[in-house]
């Protein structure tokens, strides 16, 4: 007999009862299989008398032999009679036991009971976007940029000019680590130096020679330098200047962007890219601000199982990607200074709300009724694909189909969420 209570945070206690025969058999047999053990003076060990290997072996020992051989069995058995399915490692106690039954307790969490409250109506607030002229010509003038010719000029440096350099660093007539470069190109106005050392540099001309008198800044890096006065010795071996190509039908070929041959097609292009860049971010923040406001028609006690999987799913996404910089984990932790522990609290809070999203989606599919077809996830596996630069044969041979189903149906309920939300315009 199994018996199933629920109690806080979906965390319940599976009871199942061994008694009678069953009870009787089981420890009869663990038994005869600890007696094939025992030694007793004058016998071969496994062929002493059974009254003499009864006086050897205790009932507690038959007992506790026989719950160890079938508690996996009996967990199996409680789960099938009450339907009930962990999401956790059960704990299991004896809660009773003697020569009538044993009375075994299994504890762990289940998926828990999720109520979501009026998810068609909620608000879907969109960004108003736009883009403008100076906006897409900043955007050409960047492309042109890359394409930029550098020539040498005659005269002195202007801002925006790139001086090559060689240059020495001293700190009290001492030269300094790591300030010291030979033919190195500076674009004046770039930030890329201290404060003073590039605009002291504007109005220099190729083959002079200057002392640029600086101060470090107090919160440089090097504690050796910081707030310290130095002097830099620089040789300006060449003056040069950035020459953009002119926006006609020639840059707009060679920037190679499909279906612009002439400048007019590309500054459309670029509106068009930009339109839908700038109306992709808009939609995105719509959408997790109503994936917020569904949270909070969300009621669901989470267990810890579930909470504990997703910090652990977003701990990894994190070592996968510092991973492409050739980093691990523990090398990222020891330059943030942290501990795994520090960094699953950090996720924590993230990740309810993750957990919270899924089950209320899971369960709005579950009231609409919403089934993906067979085209849905061929439309899935082959976006997938596309996404990873995959064959869409090998993707359905890594994914759970049945996890692939969930998380459609979760997309689809999520489609009909902000279907039936109450759409309003706010400004850029």
């Not at 020459?243 to 670029?270: C, G, H, R, W, Y």
Request: with cysteine.
């Amino acid at each position: 007999m199994s018996t199933w209570t629920l109690k806080e945070k979906s965390t319940g206690e599976l009871e199942v009862v061994i008694e009678g025969e069953e009870w009787a058999k089981a420890v009869e047999k663990a038994f005869n299989k600890l007696a094939k053990n025992v030694t007793i003076h004058g016998f071969r060990k496994g062929c002493a008398p059974k009254a003499l290997v009864e006086k050897q072996i205790s009932m507690g020992e038959r007992q506790a032999a026989a719950i160890d051989e079938h508690i996996n069995e009996w967990l199996r058995r409680g789960l099938e009679e009450t339907g009930v399915e962990p999401i956790s490692q059960p704990s299991v106690d004896i809660r009773e036991i003697n020569t009538e039954k044993a009375v075994l307790v299994y504890t762990f969490q289940v998926m828990p009971e999720v109520t979501v409250t009026d998810y068609r109506g909620l608000h879907y607030a969109m960004a108003e976007t736009s883009v403008s002229d100076e906006e897409v010509n900043a955007e050409i003038d960047r492309m042109r940029k890359q394409y930029a010719d550098i020539e040498e000029k005659e005269g002195a440096a202007e801002d925006g000019d790139i001086v090559n350099i060689n240059y020495e660093g001293f700190k009290e007539d001492v030269a300094f680590e790591g300030g010291k470069a030979d033919n190195y190109d500076l674009t004046l106005g770039s930030g890329s130096f201290i404060p003073g050392f590039e605009e002291q540099l504007i109005g220099t001309v190729a083959g002079e020679e200057k002392d640029l008198h600086l101060t470090f800044p107090e919160d440089y890096h090097a504690a050796d330098l910081a707030g310290a006065e130095v002097v830099f010795k620089v040789k300006v071996n060449a003056v040069k200047k950035e020459v953009l190509p002119e926006v006609d039908d020639d840059f707009a070929k060679d920037v190679s962007i499909p279906e612009v041959e002439t400048a007019e097609q590309l500054v459309a292009k670029v509106r068009e890219r930009l339109e839908n860049s700038r109306k992709a971010t808009a939609e995105n923040e719509a959408d997790n601000a109503l994936m917020e406001e569904l949270v909070e028609h969300t009621s669901v006690e989470l267990p810890e199982a579930l909470i504990e999987e997703e910090v652990q799913n977003q701990i990894q996404q994190l070592a996968n990607q510092i991973s492409q910089y050739g980093m691990s984990l523990s090398q990222y932790l020891s330059m943030m200074g942290k501990k795994p522990e520090d960094l699953k609290e950090d996720y924590r809070e993230q990740a309810i709300k993750t957990v919270t999203i899924r089950l209320a989606l899971e369960k709005i599919a579950a009231v609409e009724n919403i089934v993906p077809s067979d085209e849905d996830l061929d439309q899935e596996y082959e976006n997938i694909a596309k996404a990873y630069g995959m064959e869409a044969e090998k993707v359905k041979s890594l994914i759970n189909p049945e996890m692939l189903k969930k998380d459609v149906a979760n997309q689809k309920a999520f489609e009909l969420v902000k279907e039936n939300a109450e759409k309003t315009v706010k400004a850029d």
